[in-house]
């Protein structure tokens, strides 16, 4: 008999545990030409995401794998994982990457895709030349 803990499990190995291997923490929404400077300059750092999700936050992703991943892409030290671990998902909430929606509303890579989308919506971002 299958338990919601099995099916998690499931699904964790089939995104190979997406969650251990970033760390992102919400920023301001960009609004001002300092913003979406900082934005660039994130960017401009391998390894390192924008974006904002589904509900209208900016976040900032640093691709950064968990020690305690294992090969197998299971906790290595499963009874003292932290607790933001063990309350992910929330128990109403499905795993963001085993949706079939990107948890992605707008993604960002690098500071040249960040500067297009500023351009198309006609966001003045850039400095002046002095």
């Known amino acids: 008999m299958s338990t919601a803990s099995d099916s998690q499990t499931i699904a ?3 995104c190979k545990a997406r969650c251990c291997r970033h760390v992102a923490l919400q920023i301001e ?3 001002c ?3 979406y400077d900082n934005i660039r300059w994130f960017l ?3 390894g390192v995401k924008v974006f904002k999700d589904h509900d209208g936050e900016w976040l900032i992703e640093f691709d950064a794998r968990c020690e305690n991943l294992t090969k197998t892409h299971r906790c290595g030290d499963y009874e003292n994982r932290p607790k ?11 795993c963001e990457f085993g949706s079939e929606r990107s948890p992605y509303k707008l993604l960002f890579t690098n500071a040249g895709q960040f500067e297009k989308y500023l351009d198309r919506k006609k966001i003045d971002w850039r400095w002046k030349k002095l």
């Open 12 to 14: 964790c190995m089939k």
């Open 29 to 31: 929404t960009p609004s």
């Open 33 to 35: 030409k300092r913003d």
């Open 44 to 46: 401009l750092h391998k």
């Open 84 to 94: 933001v671990c063990r309350d992910y998902p929330a128990s109403d909430h499905e």
